[in-house]
């Protein structure tokens, strides 16, 4: 079975650059979570989708930030315009979606994100 | 809301010491418990999860945790540790029977000392 999917690994922008990162799930796993995770932190949720709804993006930062997963299957985030802080680590990850079975979520490797 | 806490930022331990990553969590309700492991430049694989019954949970790699109630914890356990385990460990807690966000802590850095 293929795991979760990220492209690409790394990418050097400069600020006030935007970026778009992409994600493939895992297949048949209706919820897809992007999650930050800066150096020395643990990985924090900026937004999950259950197939193509939004169901939690309260700590997304709206104003730069954007996600979108429109045919429920694969989901691009972007960041316009991209600012230092964003230097992060973004991970990809998939469920089963709301089943009794659905207890972990599954991750990519990951984008390295670095803003100069 | 869900929280979790690990204390030590860095663990260093010599090679086949044992070794013990502590982990606290705080919930109103049920959670499932998780301990991923990442290894340098990749993403997270899940060690092992509590769900339910037996307290004492293992993986494959000798590593073992325990869930206990009383005191809101799911430390993380090898007796023999190798320096194949060096990675960033991140206990995780998600809420039971619910299609919910996992919550991470700050993670536990294993330094593996020769």
């Known amino acids: 079975e293929a795991g979760v999917a990220q492209s690409p690994r790394y990418k050097i922008i400069e600020k006030r650059q935007s970026v778009a990162f992409w994600c493939n799930p895992i297949s048949g796993h209706a919820t897809l979570y992007w999650y930050q995770q800066i150096l020395g932190q643990g990985p924090k949720l900026l937004i999950q989708f259950q197939n193509n709804g939004v169901v939690d993006d309260s700590q997304l930062p709206k104003d730069r930030f954007s996600a979108e997963r429109l045919k429920g299957v694969d989901s691009t985030l972007k960041i316009q315009p991209a600012k230092l802080e964003d230097s992060a680590v973004y991970l990809c990850a998939s469920s089963l979606g709301f089943t009794f079975m659905n207890t972990e979520a599954f991750f990519g490797q990951g984008t390295r994100l670095t803003v100069v | 809301a869900q929280s979790v806490t690990q204390l030590d930022s860095q663990v260093p331990v010599f090679e086949e010491a044992p070794v013990e990553l502590r982990c606290n969590y705080s919930?109103?309700?049920?959670?499932?418990l998780f301990w991923y492991v990442q290894y340098p430049n990749q993403g997270l694989q899940l060690l092992l999860k509590?769900?339910?019954?037996?307290?004492l949970v293992e993986s494959i790699n000798g590593f073992e945790a325990e869930f206990n109630k009383s005191q809101t914890s799911f430390h993380l356990r090898k007796p023999s540790v190798h320096i194949s385990d060096t990675a960033e460990y991140f206990c995780a807690v998600r809420r039971m029977n619910r299609d919910d966000k996992i919550i991470f802590g700050k993670g536990t850095r294993l330094h593996i000392l020769p």
């Open positions: 919930s109103s309700v049920s959670v499932y």
């Open positions: 509590y769900l339910s019954g037996s307290t």
